[in-house]
C-alpha cells in the first residue's frame, strides 16, 4: 500500500470548516482512499473512502486532487466532538476481496478550539 | 443495532498466565481482524480472517493465537510467549466479494494490563 503523509496536529475553531490534508504521492490506479478518526481510547471510526471522485457523506467531504496524489478531507461545521486523531489510508485492494488489514501511521490530531 | 462487541473493556494478566479476548459482530462481515495499538502509535495487525475456519497471520502475530470457529466470532488468545502484551487491542471486520471495498468497522477495543 502506498504511504501516507499527515500533518502531525491542527487546530480549528468550533464552527468553521476543518480541512486535514493527506498526501499519497506513490497511489496507484487501484487504491482507495480511506480516512477514519479515533477519538481517545475508543475504537477507530470509519469516516469516508474514494478511488478518484470527490466524495460526500454525513460526517463529511473527501477531495481527491485530479492527479490522486494528495486528498482532503473536510469537516464542513467543526464541533468540540471532533477532537480526535485522523487517519488517512491508502490501501490496494488485495486477492480475495481486500481483506488485508489497514496500515495506520501517526495520524493527524485535529483539535476543535471553543 | 448492528456492531461489533468487545469484551472485557480492561482485562489484567499475571505473569506466564494466557488471556482470551472476546469479539462479536452481527454484521455478517465475512473477514474479522485483530489489531494492536501502542501509546501514541497507530495500529498494526495481528491476525486476520477472511472466512470460518481460516485465518492468516499479519505483521506481529508471534504470541498470539486466534480462531474461527463461527462467522460472528474472533477470540483472540495472548499467550505467555507475548512478552509486552501491555497494549489496546482492537477487533474489526468487513465485508466481502462485491463490498470488497467495503470499510472496516471496529469495537470499541480491550485494554490489556500485566499485574
Known amino acids: 500500500d502506498a504511504k501516507t503523509t499527515q500533518p502531525t496536529s491542527m487546530d480549528c475553531a468550533e464552527g468553521r470548516a476543518a480541512n486535514l490534508p493527506c498526501n499519497h504521492s506513490?497511489?496507484?490506479?487501484?487504491?482507495?482512499v480511506y480516512w477514519y478518526r479515533q477519538i481517545h481510547s475508543q475504537g477507530p471510526q470509519y469516516i469516508i473512502h474514494g478511488l478518484k471522485n470527490n466524495e460526500t457523506n454525513e460526517m463529511a467531504s473527501l477531495i481527491i486532487t485530479e492527479d490522486r496524489k494528495s486528498s482532503t478531507l473536510i469537516l464542513p461545521h467543526a464541533t468540540l466532538r471532533d477532537t480526535a486523531v485522523y487517519y488517512c489510508i491508502v490501501r490496494v485492494l488485495g486477492s480475495g476481496g481486500g481483506a488485508d488489514g489497514l496500515t495506520f501511521g501517526k495520524g493527524t490530531h485535529l483539535i476543535i478550539q471553543p | 443495532d448492528g456492531g461489533i462487541t468487545q469484551s472485557p473493556k480492561y482485562l489484567f494478566r499475571k505473569e506466564g498466565q494466557n488471556v482470551t479476548l472476546s469479539c462479536e459482530q452481527n454484521?455478517?462481515?465475512?473477514?474479522m481482524y485483530w489489531y494492536r495499538q501502542d501509546p501514541g502509535q497507530g495500529l498494526r495487525l495481528i491476525y486476520y480472517?477472511?472466512?470460518?475456519?481460516?485465518?492468516q497471520k499479519g505483521d506481529i502475530a508471534e504470541g498470539y493465537s486466534v480462531s474461527r470457529e463461527k462467522k460472528e466470532s474472533f477470540p483472540l488468545t495472548v499467550t505467555s510467549a507475548q512478552k509486552n502484551p501491555t497494549a489496546f487491542y482492537l477487533c474489526a471486520s468487513s465485508g466481502q466479494g462485491k463490498f470488497s471495498n467495503q470499510p472496516q468497522h471496529f469495537g470499541d477495543g480491550t485494554r490489556l494490563s500485566i499485574l
Open positions: 454484521l455478517n462481515h465475512d473477514a
Open positions: 480472517s477472511q472466512i470460518v475456519n481460516d485465518f
Open positions: 506513490t497511489i496507484s490506479g487501484n487504491e482507495y
